[in-house]
């Protein structure tokens, strides 16, 4: 219509000519610089013009142009990372919800999260649950009033349960055949025990039976090998050592014994 924008005002304070442009089209764009000035929220900008182009003179009988008022809403990105994991979750067997920390506001804004394991998939607020232990990606979309949607994810971690290794108690040589006494338990399964007859040591090899959620105190291998041990016995006599029908001086018999372990 050949008017021109005379000036822009917010509230009292007349905007710099710098601070906004204004295309053959009457389009306004507001400068990054002065945008970045403003806080978030929304403002009343009113714009004058100069009618025909030509600067408006407060004369008898001329009409004053009319003004227009735009609304300009400011707002501003997220912060990045906003959400990890609190500490750790350890299998047990059933589903576990990670605890998190998640940045609370922004702005003095309120910020809600909505997550899924899925990065295109679809997104609840409520926070996925995980069974099996391992290493899980969460993402998340945070959205507040006056911000930009941010998203990210975070990664979760569930630990294998820790197994202990059974205490294997020695045996004393009795000279028969030993083998160790192994707690039984759900948590493995005896490979090996063979044991043996003489004083030494012997390998008892112990297998996990779910490796990819449990894993032995002492090694991270799915089998461990403990020691059972035969220790050397007390021998005794059964018969104790005695010569029989002997006169001094005559030449004596064999003496009769017998020992427990020859």
Do not use: C
């Not at 917010?10 to 990054?32: R, W």
């Not at 008022?69 to 350890?90: A, D, F, M, R």
């Not at 909505?114 to 609840?124: A, F, H, I, N, R």
């Not at 820790?162 to 759900?186: C, R």
């Amino acid at each position: 219509n050949g008017n021109t924008v005379k000036e822009i005002k917010n509230g009292d304070t007349v905007l710099a000519a710098t601070d906004y442009t204004v295309d053959e089209n009457g389009k306004i764009t507001f400068g990054k610089d002065y945008l970045n000035t403003l806080a978030i929220g929304k403002y009343a900008l009113t714009v004058s013009f100069n009618p025909l182009g030509v600067e408006y003179k407060e004369n008898e009988g001329n009409e004053a142009p009319a003004t227009v008022t735009i609304t300009l809403t400011v707002n501003k990105n997220l912060p990045e990372n906003l959400v990890s994991q609190s500490g750790t979750l350890t299998y047990n067997g059933s589903e576990q919800t990670p605890a998190v920390n998640a940045t609370e506001t922004a702005d003095g804004k309120t910020i809600a999260y909505t997550y899924s394991t899925v990065e295109d998939g679809e997104y609840t607020a409520d926070l996925p649950k995980f069974t099996n232990a391992g290493t899980y990606t969460v993402y998340y979309k945070a959205n507040a009033e006056y911000h930009n949607e941010g998203s990210g994810s975070f990664t979760v971690t569930v630990e294998k349960q820790t197994v202990t290794e059974p205490t294997i108690e020695s045996k004393g040589y009795t000279g028969m055949k030993l083998t160790a006494e192994v707690p039984e338990s759900d948590l493995y399964t005896v490979v090996t025990n063979e044991g043996g007859i003489n004083k030494g040591s012997y390998d008892v090899v112990l297998e996990l039976n779910d490796p990819d959620n449990y894993k032995w105190k002492t090694t991270d291998e799915k089998t461990v090998t403990l020691t059972f041990t035969v220790t050397a016995a007390d021998n005794s006599w059964t018969v104790a050592p005695s010569i029989d029908n002997w006169t001094y001086g005559d030449t004596a018999n064999a003496p009769a014994y017998e020992a427990k372990f020859g």
